[in-house]
């Protein structure tokens, strides 16, 4: 197979497993929170930074299910400093994943104002 192949079939798996993980943090609190224990928002940045559009719109839905979720997830989020990178995305991903997930974390979040 050849490189271009590869990368395409990489793309679709990382899509893929994004959306399996988003799935599960749609459910209970206590399931987000094996999520988040696993260090998943320590690799967020290359998700949200990544080259296709597709990657960076699962990846702010999978964060505004985790800002659906108690204080401390919502503060997990805030502090791991990817809110101003969101905010950069806005106007390529879906404005309701997003602006909800803005939202969520104004009114929840304890020190989100000194990320803008």
């Given at each position: ?51 296709k ?5 699962e ?5 505004s ?6 204080q401390?997830?919502?503060q ?36 989100h104002?000194?990320?803008?």
């Amino acid at each position: 197979m050849s490189k271009q192949i590869w990368i395409i079939i990489y793309i679709q798996v990382q899509t893929a497993a994004l959306r399996a993980v988003g799935n599960i943090v749609t459910g209970t609190d206590e399931q987000t929170q094996i999520v988040l224990d696993s260090g998943v928002l320590q690799q967020m940045p290359a998700l949200l930074s990544h080259t296709k559009e597709k990657i960076n719109k699962e990846a702010v839905w999978f964060l505004s299910n985790i800002t659906a979720g108690n204080q401390q997830q919502v503060q997990a989020v805030i502090d791991a400093g990817l809110l101003p990178m969101i905010v950069k995305l806005l106007d390529k991903v879906c404005m309701c994943d997003g602006g909800y997930l803005l939202k969520k974390t104004q009114l929840l979040g304890a020190n989100h104002r000194r990320y803008f």
